[in-house]
C-alpha cells in the first residue's frame, strides 16, 4: 500500500491517529433524504482513526429526529462502545449513534452519524461527500482527505 500524496489544505488518514481522535467542527454539514433536508448542523463532531475518512456526528437538535426510528441492530465499537442504528423512510441503518459512549467519547451521546452512500446527499462546506468503500464503515471523503482508505475488497487487514 503507498500514501496518496498530499497537497495543500489536504489531510491524510495515514496521519491520523489510532485510537481515534475525536473533535468538533465549525464545517456546515448537511444531509439530504429524497426531496429534503434531514439534518444540517456547523456543531458536529467528526472522528479521526487511521486508515478511515472522518465520519461526521450531528446533534440530534441538528436533525429532523422525526423522519427516524430507532431499529434494532446494535454494534459494538472497541473505542466508542455500542452503536445503535436508526431507519428512515425505507432506509435501514441509515445511521447510528452510541447512547453510551466509552470513556473519552462521551461527547458523541445525542449525537448521529450517517452512511453517506445512504442518503440522497451528503455535503462539508458546500462540497458533496463521497462515501467510503465498503459496506460497514460510514466515512465522508471530501477533496481535503486523501487516503488510501480502508473499506475497500483487499485492505481488510491494514
Same mark, same amino acid.
Given at each position: 500500500?503507498?500514501r ?10 495515514? $496521519? ?9 467542527t465549525d ?10 433536508e ?7 463532531l ?9 465520519v461526521?456526528?450531528?446533534? +440530534?437538535? @441538528? ?8 431499529? @434494532? *441492530?446494535?454494534?459494538w ?10 431507519e ?5 441503518s ?10 473519552? +467519547? *462521551?461527547?458523541?451521546?445525542?449525537? !448521529?452519524? +450517517?452512511?453517506p ?7 462539508? $462546506?458546500? *462540497?458533496?461527500?463521497?462515501?467510503? $468503500?465498503? $459496506?460497514?464503515?460510514?466515512?465522508? !471523503?471530501?477533496?481535503? !482527505?486523501?487516503?488510501? +482508505?480502508?473499506?475497500?475488497l ?5
Open positions: 500500500m503507498e496518496d500524496p498530499v497537497g495543500p489544505g489536504q489531510e491524510s488518514v495515514w $496521519d491520523y491517529p489510532r485510537p481515534p481522535h475525536l473533535e468538533r464545517a456546515v454539514v448537511v444531509v439530504r433524504l429524497g426531496d429534503g434531514l439534518a444540517r448542523s456547523h456543531r458536529a467528526r472522528t479521526l482513526e487511521t486508515s478511515h475518512p472522518p461526521y456526528y450531528l446533534p +440530534f437538535a @441538528d436533525v429532523e429526529m422525526t423522519r427516524l426510528t430507532q431499529g @434494532d *441492530e446494535v454494534t465499537c472497541e473505542y466508542k462502545g455500542a452503536a445503535h442504528y436508526w428512515a423512510e425505507g432506509v435501514p441509515i445511521g447510528w449513534s452510541y447512547p453510551s459512549p466509552s470513556p473519552g +467519547f *462521551e461527547a458523541l451521546a445525542g449525537h !448521529i452519524a +450517517f452512511y452512500g445512504r442518503v440522497s446527499e451528503a455535503t462539508i $462546506d458546500g *462540497e458533496v461527500v463521497r462515501a467510503q $468503500d465498503g $459496506d460497514f464503515y460510514g466515512g465522508w !471523503i471530501t477533496s481535503r !482527505i486523501v487516503g488510501p +482508505f480502508k473499506g475497500a483487499g485492505t481488510s487487514y491494514w
